[in-house]
């Protein structure tokens, strides 16, 4: 996977100046070939499909892929798809949806 680190490169023009930053939250995983574009933020244990292009933020626990990259559902901690139910298949853990931000059901 690649991170890139200014916004609008040009090789004949030095922009060390203008690197962003990107944050890289505890538990997110990264597929093969992913580009994840400068400045954004991934979120806990979140799930970048191999060859997505992030352009944007992604949410904790978010499986996100594509060209660029689109939300297309949830992710457990352990990296299992998440159904309607927002049950783990593999371990029985439970989440819930806030405000648009899945969560760890306590």
């Known amino acids: ?26 538990g997110a995983s990264i597929g093969a070939n992913a580009t994840i574009v400068c400045g954004v933020t991934l979120g806990e244990y979140c799930f970048i499909g191999a060859g997505a292009v992030v352009t944007k933020d992604v ?5 996100v892929t594509g060209v660029p990259a689109r939300q297309k559902g949830w992710v457990s901690r352990s990296g299992a798809i998440l159904g309607n139910d927002l049950v783990c298949p593999e371990t029985g853990e ?6 648009g931000f899945l969560k760890i059901k306590l």
Request: aromatic content about 10%; overall charge positive; glycine content about 0%.
């Open 1 to 26: 996977m690649v991170f890139t680190n200014v916004i609008n490169p040009r090789s004949a023009v030095e922009r060390k100046n203008e690197f962003k930053p990107t944050l890289v939250k505890k």
């Open 59 to 63: 949410k904790p626990f978010a499986l």
């Open 94 to 99: 439970k989440y819930v949806l806030e405000n």
